[in-house]
């Protein structure tokens, strides 16, 4: 046992290891279009179509502070007409620390909007209930997939450019 507790003593209690905060969140922007109310309220001759978008955007703030901003947008439609349209920009303000350089840019743009999604999507659902409709219930987000894709398509957007015409 007191090897166990000079171990521990010589730790001195510091964490090396990564750490990822979220300082604070919140609303960056909110949009809500009920563009065909009240005609389109109420029961429906057909499931609507909604489309969802997906974007992450990071803006360094300082030495180990980053905003991460999370847009979600939807649109539903019946018949090519519009239910509604929705915008949410949610961010959240995150410190790294301990990082590897090399694992920054998949913490930012998979894990901090893994963590502030289930705020975004219960935001999303508030205004479209609020709104007259069943709330919309956005799936999870497979923000590795998301990430996957979008490192894909920069790759063949630089090998396009590197190409002689």
Known sequence: MSDQGS????????????????LTQYVKDLSFENPNAPQMLG??????????????GVKRMADSDYEVALKIGAEATVKDKTMFLVEIEYAGLF??????????????VVECPRQIFPFARRALADVTRDGGYPPLMVDPIDFVSLYQQRREQMAQEVAGAQQPN
Not at 44 to 50: A, L, Q
Not at 95 to 108: F, G, K, M, S
């Open 43 to 56: 029961p429906v001759d057909e499931t609507p179509s909604i489309g969802i978008r997906v974007d992450v």
């Open 95 to 108: 410190r790294l620390t301990n990082i590897p350089e090399h694992d920054l840019e998949a913490v930012l």
């Open 7 to 22: 171990a521990n003593a010589g730790n001195g209690g510091a964490q090396t290891g990564a750490q990822l905060r979220v």
